[in-house]
């Protein structure tokens, strides 16, 4: 299949796909006589494979790794994939934690801000984020 067809199998747009095989983790599997990439119903796998990688948080290079399992499962083990996902959950946590002070913090700027149409000179909101902060 062409990389129009891949793209519609897959969920991922060409344009995802040639940057995927850009950076390694998706080669077409022959081209033709005019140089057109072909992909066999394998490399729609691992596209798909890297597009629901991608849709729970890992990035390129963790992508990569897990590709690297995938491509010799017999010589890992388990545990190489935990330990990412583990650390992921870790990421995301901490990540979830900061959005969490954030919310907060726009809320309290939110509360404290009356929001009327008169001038923004005592505007508790713009008086907040000019203060200097304590580090």
């Known amino acids: 299949m062409k990389i129009g067809e891949l793209a519609k199998k897959s969920g991922l747009s060409a344009h995802t796909l040639r940057f995927y095989e850009k950076s390694g983790l998706l080669r077409a599997t022959t081209r033709?006589?005019?140089n057109y990439r072909l992909y066999s119903q394998g490399d729609l796998d691992t596209a798909v494979f890297i597009r629901r990688a991608r849709e729970i948080g890992f990035n390129l290079d963790e992508v990569g790794v897990f590709l690297s399992i995938r491509s010799d499962l017999s010589a890992h083990v388990c545990a190489?994939?935990?330990?990412?996902?583990?650390?992921?959950?870790?990421?995301?946590?901490?990540?979830?934690d900061q959005l969490t002070q954030m919310l907060s913090a726009l809320h309290k700027l939110s509360n404290a801000c009356c929001g009327g149409s008169e001038s923004a000179e005592y505007c508790t909101i713009i008086e907040a984020l000019d203060q200097p902060q304590d580090h």
């Open 32 to 34: 033709t006589q005019n």
């Open 80 to 96: 190489e994939a935990k330990s990412l996902a583990d650390r992921k959950i870790e990421e995301v946590t901490h990540k979830r």
